[in-house]
Nanobody, 124 residues
């Protein structure tokens, strides 16, 4: 069983930065691919970024490429999402997710564990 707790969300202005953190419990973190997803009001949940345990395989949605950076610290059981140059369209609840596989994927149904989400609001 893996429990995930996100933190770092908040209200910022366009152009600002935020760093989200996701702390994982359990002893399998170093073997879990991790993903960040977001869901805006009235929209479906979408993949933002995903990362293999070693960091050798990373995915970014086109909408965040060049602005967001995913990273992880396996010693701390934590995955991060550094978000720069935020725009109002980034406003959403952000979720981290873990899957019982080393292969990252953009499909939310492939993830086994989810955090409770953290709100990110970007004002114009």
């Amino acid at each position: 069983q893996v429990q995930l707790v996100e933190s770092g969300g908040g209200l910022v202005q366009a152009g600002d930065s935020l760093r989200l953190s996701c702390a994982a419990s359990g002893r399998t973190f170093s073997r879990n691919a991790m993903g960040w997803f977001r869901q805006a009001p009235g929209k479906e949940r979408e993949s933002v970024s995903a990362m293999s345990p070693s960091g050798g395989n990373i995915y970014y949605a086109d909408s965040v490429k060049g602005r967001f950076t995913i990273s992880r610290d396996n010693a701390k059981n934590t995955v991060y999402l550094q978000m720069n140059s935020l725009i109002p369209e980034d406003t959403a609840v952000y979720y981290c997710a873990a899957r019982s596989s080393v292969v990252p994927t953009t499909y939310s149904s492939s993830y086994d564990y989810w955090g409770q989400g953290t709100q990110v609001t970007v004002s114009s």
